[in-house]
């Protein structure tokens, strides 16, 4: 079942502005990831936040969480055009006893030179 | 350092074929193991994680199976590929530790066409 659902589905931005995406989820979380997936690759995790946490940075990344609106925002700034990718977040779901990282669909964000 | 390998990088069968994809994980012992289909312009999709040598969790039943035979291996197979089978499957592990973080490591996917 589909926890995450980013927003918009795909961005098209120009080399040195920022790039926003959004993440919406259903249910209570432990934390919420973010990853990186280039075209034909594997995903690469790039930031997490714990649910008592309200805003994390990595570098050039800044990620919010909201748990009172079960959403999240990824905010790429001075983007380049090596961060073209498709972006996903995903939220831990327990299930009978166990552990999932369930995956939004991904946004596709294009940073042209 | 860990590393996490995926063979064969990309593969083309006809429909009511075997399929074997291996995955095999470096730097690591007793990781949780999962396979994930993605098909074209779409999600992940959870097909069978394991948490333990011959230990298997499907979450979707179909025709597809997953194997354990060594604690860094992990293998998808089918009997028979049917052309929904087609998409790009990824293997990843995350450390058995008990971090609450549940961060997977991916590797680099298989990209498999049924036809």
């Known amino acids: 079942s589909q926890q995450g659902e980013e927003d918009p589905q795909a961005l098209s931005i120009q080399e040195g502005e920022n790039a926003t995406m959004n993440c919406s989820y259903k249910t209570s979380i432990n934390n919420l990831q973010w990853y990186r997936q280039n075209s034909g690759r594997g995903l690469v995790h790039l930031i997490l936040i714990r649910s008592n946490e309200r805003e994390k940075h990595s570098g050039r990344l800044r990620v919010t969480l909201d748990t009172s609106k079960k959403s999240s925002s990824l905010l790429i700034t001075a983007s380049r055009a090596a961060d073209t990718a498709s972006y996903f977040c995903?939220?831990?779901?327990?299930?009978?006893?166990?552990?999932?990282?369930?995956f939004g669909k991904g946004m596709k964000l294009t940073v042209n030179p | 350092s860990q590393t996490i390998h995926q063979w064969p990088a990309t593969l083309v069968q006809p429909v009511g074929s075997p399929l074997s994809l291996e995955c095999t994980v470096e730097g690591t012992s007793n990781p949780n193991l999962y396979w994930y289909r993605q098909a074209a312009g779409r999600g992940l999709q959870l097909l069978f994680y394991s948490v333990g040598i011959g230990q298997i969790s499907s979450e979707v039943p179909q025709n597809l199976s997953a194997s354990r035979p060594q604690d860094r291996q992990f293998i998808l197979s089918s009997k028979k590929l049917l052309l929904s089978d087609s998409g790009f499957y990824l293997c990843a592990w995350r450390p058995w530790h008990g971090r609450r973080d549940n961060e997977q490591f991916f590797g680099p996917g298989t990209r498999l066409t049924v036809l």
């Open positions: 995903a939220t831990v779901v327990t299930q009978g006893g166990s552990e999932k990282l369930v």
